[in-house]
């Protein structure tokens, strides 16, 4: 049952003198509007009844993923040929098999400006038709990454800003509770730490920060994690909210890991969020 919004009703003037025909019409009238004040408050009062509430919230991802068009060998610089570019940052870094490679530029079809064997992670040659996902590198402590969304799932009333995909956009005033989580991997020896927080309007949050661990690299295979957690905060109409993080050593990257085969598994996203709205403000 879809809600409808009531509407007063428009009662009929007044008689100088007792009419039967009047008060007869009024009833009609007042019956119609108290018949609409019974089915709303029944479509929200029964068991499914918040099934009918509709409020802001909004989802996003980044999960850059495409294969490889060409053959490369295990020292080759020039552009990398995909299958296309779509979904993937500007600059940024590839995972391929268990190589990471920067990049500094992109056409629809090429990765240009590549770097071969970064973070930690060793070069080798690669196989047209393997897959190749984004890794968003985690600066160093001495910098601070703001995530990127490339992704939108769901945007009702909460989105990304169109000219800054780092930025989450309330269009209604109201407490939101805001849901992230990432997947961090690095193929350096060290353990590292890597700090995510939140940012209100270019202002972090106190209180917003948490740091996790990333394991190193082990027998051969990525020391890898996943965090999440969640903050309610109250926001104004046309606040932003965005997600930051850093790193101890600057050698991990929030990978997106491409579909598996055995077992069959969809495409694993580097980075979630979602924005839920919880109750309007206090006053």
Not at 64 to 82: E, K, R
Not at 86 to 112: Q, V
Not at 125 to 149: D, R
Not at 231 to 252: C, E, F, K, R, W
Request: charged share 10%; net charge negative.
């Amino acid at each position: 049952m879809r809600l409808r919004n009531t509407t007063a009703p428009n009662l009929p003037l007044a008689t100088r003198t007792y009419e039967q025909q009047y008060i007869d019409q009024l009833n009609n009238v007042l019956r119609l509007y108290f018949n609409q004040l019974d089915n709303f408050t029944t479509a929200i009062s029964t068991t499914g009844g918040g099934s009918n509430l509709q409020f802001p919230s909004g989802a996003w991802h980044q999960d850059g993923n495409t294969t490889l068009a060409a053959n490369i060998t295990n020292v080759s610089t020039t552009p990398i040929q995909v299958a296309s570019t779509d979904g993937f940052l500007s600059a940024g870094a590839l995972m391929i098999g268990t190589e990471l490679i920067s990049y500094t530029g992109k056409t629809s079809t090429t990765f240009t400006g590549i770097t071969r064997g970064v973070y930690g992670s060793t070069k080798a040659a690669h196989t047209a038709g393997v897959y190749v996902s984004e890794a968003q590198p985690v600066p160093s402590s001495t910098t601070a990454l703001t995530i990127a969304f490339t992704y939108t799932d769901v945007a009702n009333g909460v989105d990304v800003d169109p000219t800054d995909s780092t930025k989450i956009v309330c269009q209604t005033a109201g407490y939101y509770n805001f849901q992230f989580s990432i997947q961090l991997l690095t193929y350096d020896s060290t353990i590292d730490n890597v700090t995510l927080w939140f940012r209100q309007n270019g202002v972090d949050i106190a209180y917003s920060a948490g740091i996790i661990t990333v394991p190193s690299v082990h027998g051969g295979v990525a020391g890898a994690t996943i965090a999440s957690w969640n903050l309610v905060l109250p926001v104004n109409a046309g606040d932003y909210i965005q997600l930051i993080m850093s790193s101890t050593t600057g050698n991990t990257v929030a990978a997106t890991y491409p579909p598996g085969t055995a077992p069959v598994r969809p495409i694993s996203p580097s980075i979630i969020m979602t924005a839920t709205f919880v109750s309007a403000l206090y006053t």
